[in-house]
Nanobody
């Protein structure tokens, strides 16, 4: 059973924008903080941003001021608006709980930032 579905990735030039979305099964989503993570080859998944049920957000220092995380608690969707993209933002982006991620991750969505 698919419980985390990420979408919205693509290839953009530096300075461009993308909007990622994640549809999450209700039992995972309800009342929980949700985070976006980024995976690059040879590295563990790094925290990018999170948002609590009430809407409090946190960001990695590298994306502050450029990325915005939002959630729709009625539709079980968390989004990540990414502006001013840099090559170092490239990677596969995943969503999951911010605390105690569920073991079965989604397939992620690829973001590539290059000239």
């Amino acid at each position: 059973q698919v419980q985390l579905v990420e979408s919205g990735g693509g290839s953009v030039q530096p300075g461009g924008s993308l909007r990622l979305s994640c549809v999450i099964a209700r039992p995972i989503f309800f009342l929980k903080s949700i985070a976006w993570y980024r995976e690059t080859p040879g590295k563990a998944r790094d925290f990018v941003a999170s948002i609590s049920w009430e809407g409090t957000s946190n960001y990695a220092d590298s994306v502050k001021g450029r990325f915005t995380i939002t959630r729709d608690n009625n539709r079980n969707v968390v989004s990540l608006q990414m502006n001013g993209l840099k090559p170092e933002d490239s990677g596969v982006y995943y969503c999951n709980r911010a605390v105690n991620p569920v073991p079965q991750w989604g397939r992620g969505t690829q973001v590539t930032v290059s000239l």
